[in-house]
């Protein structure tokens, strides 16, 4: 089963728009350079979350977790030309290359680099958003979307990435694995919130869609 997974995902991309030469760059560099390189969105998620934002075509984006800039920069070009997007990243270790690559792919008056904890900086910014994107601490999923919910508009999208956890959403749960409990806590409350439309995509890692109502 893997060698198919892996024959269709290479037809995939073989059938689809090329890597931008910017995110190919960094996707290099983030794997030579970075620890956990397997974080990097990528390129089929990238152009996923760069055709969804350009269908939105929102005038604020939300990113909790920037790691190198990647999905930053798929997310940005779907931007309303005065549109901006307010990233968040805890680890300041990689403000330079995440500036680096925002210069060379034209968005570094479009995108806004915060560094610290997002529970405590998305009150800050305190603005709405047509447009949100989920891909930091795991084990805090439930507590980033009960605070970024109430700053999306009506209307406005969330993405949430890694929703299936590499398939241990469905597996034992073990009683120490906080970051499987984390996933499970925030997809067992979505279910249930009425104030927003749900699916999952089945797509790497799992990417939910919500839409508020």
């Not at 969804?52 to 940005?76: D, H």
């Not at 927003?196 to 995509?201: A, N, S, T």
Request: some cysteine.
């Amino acid at each position: 089963m893997s060698d198919f997974y892996f024959n269709i995902e290479e037809y995939i991309l073989n059938h689809s728009d090329k890597e931008d030469p910017v995110l190919a760059e960094l996707n290099r560099e983030t794997n030579l350079k970075v620890l956990r390189p397997r974080m990097l969105s990528g390129h089929l998620q990238g152009k996923i979350l760069e055709m969804i934002s350009k269908m939105i075509n929102p005038e604020k984006i939300l990113e909790l977790g920037t790691y190198t800039g990647y999905s930053a920069i798929c997310l940005a070009k779907g931007l309303k030309d005065n549109g901006i997007l307010h990233t968040i990243e805890i680890n300041d270790e990689l403000e330079d290359l995440i500036s680096k690559y925002l210069k060379k792919a034209g968005f570094e008056n479009k995108v806004k680099l915060h560094f610290g904890d997002a529970r405590n900086i998305v009150p800050e910014i305190n603005d709405q958003f047509d447009l949100v994107f989920i891909d930091a601490d795991k084990r805090e999923y439930l507590e980033y979307y009960k605070i970024v919910i109430d700053f999306v508009k009506p209307g406005g999208f969330l993405l949430a990435d890694n929703v299936l956890w590499s398939g241990k959403v469905i597996e034992q749960e073990s009683s120490n694995d906080e970051y499987t409990k984390g996933i499970l806590e925030f997809n067992k409350f979505i279910k249930n919130d009425n104030r927003v439309e749900k699916v999952i995509l089945p797509l790497r890692d799992g990417l939910m869609l919500i839409r508020r109502k």
